[in-house]
């Protein structure tokens, strides 16, 4: 069955970075456009990034451009966020998704806690 797992979240103060992991399985990983969304204390969900099969292309959420990089290792079959010069409003469960050939998605990782705070 598909199973994704991240991990890496935790506690950082603002401006600290953090990297965190989707490990995927179950399903053919290269062969899907992945995403990371994430939703902040009494907030909905905010999408943050996808990437593309290959990992050749990124696209990014206005409020993280420039700060998160998104990244892939197919032979891994692991997903990747760097976040660098992290602020408080970052705080949140970051969540893995597949993304289906209509661009929605269909499988979810049960998320991890990142909390940007002094």
């Known amino acids: 069955q598909v199973q994704l797992v991240e991990s890496g979240g935790g506690l950082v103060q603002p401006g600290g970075s953090l990297r965190l992991s989707c490990a995927a399985s179950?399903?053919?990983?290269?062969?899907?456009?992945m995403n990371w969304v994430r939703q902040a204390p009494g907030k909905g969900l905010e999408w943050v990034s996808d990437?593309?099969?290959?990992?050749?292309?990124?696209f990014y959420a206005d409020s993280v451009k420039g700060r998160f990089t998104m990244s892939r290792d197919n032979a891994k079959n692991t997903l990747y966020l760097q976040m660098n010069s992290l602020k408080s409003e970052d705080t949140g469960v970051y969540y893995c998704?597949?993304?289906?050939?209509?661009?929605?998605?269909?499988?979810w990782g049960q998320g991890t806690q990142v909390t940007v705070s002094s």
């Open positions: 998704a597949k993304e289906t050939s209509r661009g929605e998605y269909d499988y």
């Open positions: 179950g399903f053919t990983f290269s062969s899907y456009w």
């Open positions: 990437i593309n099969i290959s990992g050749s292309t990124t």
